[in-house]
């Protein structure tokens, strides 16, 4: 995705938001990959928004290098401004075409669901992995989720980006298109689920239950 843009949302709020409410979904990411010791390793973040995922990787589990990559401008500017002397750069999207083979690990949380062509996107993974690299892609917004259709509605009022209707399958079969070996496993909190009183995304508590063990996926694609 080439694409420039400003911000990813409409409002301050929104954006700032998704880094307050992603900490313990980031957390729960990082204890589900395989990859423990990232000492010696080169590390990706596609759609970084502010920054928040690589500092708090870094934190965990130290890592030699990281990108952090996304189209927004203010994104990039604030994910800079916020660190502290980890060893991370953030750099527009599309200076990934750099970066040939040079990844041993990628992440992305909640991000496909905005691109526009999946075909293209695992592809430029598949160029900036290393051989053997792993790209971890967890995602919860898939037309295979009984709340999308309300919930294309609501990001779709603050997105600066138009948001796709991709199922679970789409996602997959972008990657084995490439050659990538897939495999998923729900995402499943391993914690109490945070409940709120009013949420226009879980609109029950089942549903913020049902959604957690089932319908958001952490998958793994592996660079063959």
């Avoid at 938001?17 to 423990?36: F, G, Q, Y």
């Avoid at 401004?81 to 990844?103: C, M, Q, R, S, W």
């Avoid at 293209?120 to 967890?138: M, P, R």
Wanted: charged fraction near 25%; include cysteine; charge should be negative.
């Amino acid at each position: 995705m080439s694409l420039a843009i400003k911000t990813w949302a409409n409002t301050n709020a929104e954006e700032n938001a998704m880094n307050d409410d992603h900490l313990d979904l980031w957390l729960r990411m990082i204890r589900m990959c395989r990859e423990k010791d990232l000492s010696s390793k080169k590390v990706l973040d596609f759609g970084c928004n502010q920054g928040g995922f690589l500092k708090t990787l870094y934190k965990k589990n130290p890592f030699e290098k990281a990108i952090g990559v996304d189209i927004a401008e203010s994104s990039i500017e604030a994910a800079t401004l916020n660190l502290e002397g980890e060893p991370i750069d953030y750099v527009h999207t599309a200076f990934l075409k750099n970066y040939e083979d040079y990844f041993d690990i990628a992440y992305s949380h909640e991000v496909l669901y905005l691109l526009p062509n999946l075909n293209e996107h695992a592809q430029q993974i598949k160029s900036c992995l290393k051989d053997d690299g792993v790209y971890y892609a967890v995602i919860g917004c898939h037309i295979d989720n009984p709340l999308w259709p309300q919930w294309h509605k609501i990001i779709s009022d603050y997105s600066n980006v138009p948001v796709q209707n991709y199922s679970l399958d789409d996602y997959a079969q972008a990657f084995f298109k490439e050659g990538f070996s897939v495999s998923a496993l729900p995402f499943s909190m391993d914690d109490f689920i945070e409940l709120k009183p009013r949420n226009e995304y879980f609109p029950t508590v089942m549903d913020s239950l049902d959604y957690y063990t089932r319908h958001k996926i952490f998958f793994r694609f592996q660079k063959k």
